[in-house]
């Protein structure tokens, strides 16, 4: 009997009520997929009463997804009330000794929307077209430094490198210390023996030097001129320039985890999907426009961040369920872009889709991602070198995975590239 027999048995002899997709160990073996196929057909908007993170909703589906994150009135993002990821420890102070970070991500109207404002410039069509030159010399320099015929690791050389590379211009961050800012990315989203962190005292130190670092960062910028970077923005909007250093350094992480983990695993996930489809990739070289459409289903078909979580403030019924004032309601990205009745062929890497940006990956409603367009952009500039210089990039095994139920990631990824 195949494995992948064995997982789908799996999923299908657990009672349904025992169904626990929070489990960070489903999305290291890469074994989630059937527990979602089975949820969505059989009890789409699903209560799981005992896990690791309390009891919580499952909404598996692509139209109760939109329902429950267009819907900010009743469906809340406030930090105070569990924030955006399953762990409330994770957002907020507990027996965990994890630390309060507001964030505008966990903030709702009107407060949301101001301080969101305050970054959004560094995102807008004018300031990405400034920065596409930057990153196209980036993307070929790292390419060009890459050993044809020889194994490496694409996850550290390409996808970690250029995404950090993004971030410290974003940041106007020391270029050579760039690596501090991945560091402080995986810790932020890291949970105790999962290889990044040992213990919740742990995260706590790092992130304190991670504020420490800002501070000083902070310090420089709000007395001078305003810069066209993230802190200076932060430190000369009307909306943030009062922040406490807890909301600031909550603010610095978002930004660091939306512009590093969905990039970074969107770039290493490309690569995958298309060694598993190589007619994908015959059809991609055989009309390199196609990369327009590739873009948008890499993000679907990997979708770097599992889920969002929100807290109902009334009560409410989603799918013919009621979901009670208070309880936590998790979003699955990650179940709703494979819904076979909102999307075709949802298992399939289809490059070029009819209608490609029909996905979930960026959030819908005032939380979709602020930097989903230069997320793209980065992207299409990559697969455009790599169809410059390279025939193929061969995945020489199975991806190591990130053991999380949040960012749906890569740590390793052997691979060897033909010239």
């Known amino acids: 009997m195949s494995t992948a027999t064995l997982e789908a048995n799996a999923a299908q002899s657990v009672p349904l009520d025992k169904i626990d997709v929070s489990d960070p160990d489903l999305y290291l073996n890469n074994t989630f997929a059937d527990y979602f196929k089975r949820l969505r057909k059989e009890d789409p908007v699903h209560y799981c009463a005992d896990s690791a993170y309390g009891p919580f909703w499952s909404i598996t589906k692509y139209n109760d997804i939109m329902s429950v994150d267009t819907n900010h009135q009743v469906f809340s993002s406030e930090a105070g009330l569990g924030g955006i990821v399953i762990d409330d420890n994770i957002q907020k102070g507990g027996d965990r000794g994890s630390i309060d970070l507001p964030s505008f991500i966990a903030m709702d109207p009107p407060r949301h929307d101001e301080q969101r404002k305050a970054v959004s410039p560094i995102v807008a069509p004018a300031n990405l077209a400034k920065l596409e030159d930057t990153i196209r010399g980036r993307v070929a320099r790292v390419l060009d430094s890459l050993p044809v015929g020889e194994t490496f690791e694409w996850v550290d ?6 995404t950090t590379q ?22 932020t989203t ?10 919740w005292e742990q995260r706590t130190q790092e992130l304190m030097e991670c504020a420490g670092y800002f501070q000083n960062l902070w310090n420089e910028r ?33 930004l660091i985890v939306g512009g590093n983990d969905t990039t970074r695993n969107s770039m290493s996930g490309g690569v995958y999907a298309l060694h598993k ?8 070289k055989a009309n390199p426009a196609l990369i327009e459409s590739m873009v948008p289903e890499i993000v679907r078909w990997q979708t770097p961040l599992s889920h969002m979580r929100r807290t109902a403030i009334a009560d409410i019924e989603v799918g013919g369920k ?34 490609p940006r029909q996905h ?17 952009m980065q992207l299409k500039i990559l697969w455009e070198e790599i169809l410059k210089r390279f025939s193929r990039i061969e995945v020489l095994q199975e991806p190591e995975r990130v053991r999380s139920n949040f960012v749906n990631g ?4 052997p691979v060897r590239l033909h010239a």
């Open 322 to 355: 009621t979901i009670k004032k208070g309880d936590k309601v998790v979003m699955w990205y990650i179940s709703g872009n494979r819904d076979g009745e909102a999307i075709e062929k949802p298992d399939d890497f289809i490059i070029d889709r009819a209608r």
């Open 410 to 413: 890569y740590a390793h990824m």
């Open 190 to 199: 890291a949970e105790p023996g999962g290889g990044i962190i040992d213990s």
């Open 360 to 376: 979930l990956s960026f959030g819908f409603g005032v939380h979709r991602c602020v930097g989903n367009r230069l997320a793209e």
């Open 277 to 284: 489809n190589p007619d994908q990739f015959e059809k991609l």
């Open 166 to 187: 993004m971030l410290a211009t974003l940041f106007d961050f020391p270029f050579e210390e760039r690596r501090k800012l991945t560091r402080w990315s995986d810790v």
């Open 157 to 162: 050389r390409v996808s970690i490198e250029l």
């Open 222 to 254: 709000v007395n001078a001129e305003p810069g066209n970077d993230l802190i200076s923005m932060l430190a000369h909007s009307p909306a943030t320039r009062n922040m406490t250093p807890e909301e600031y350094l909550g603010n610095v992480l978002l």
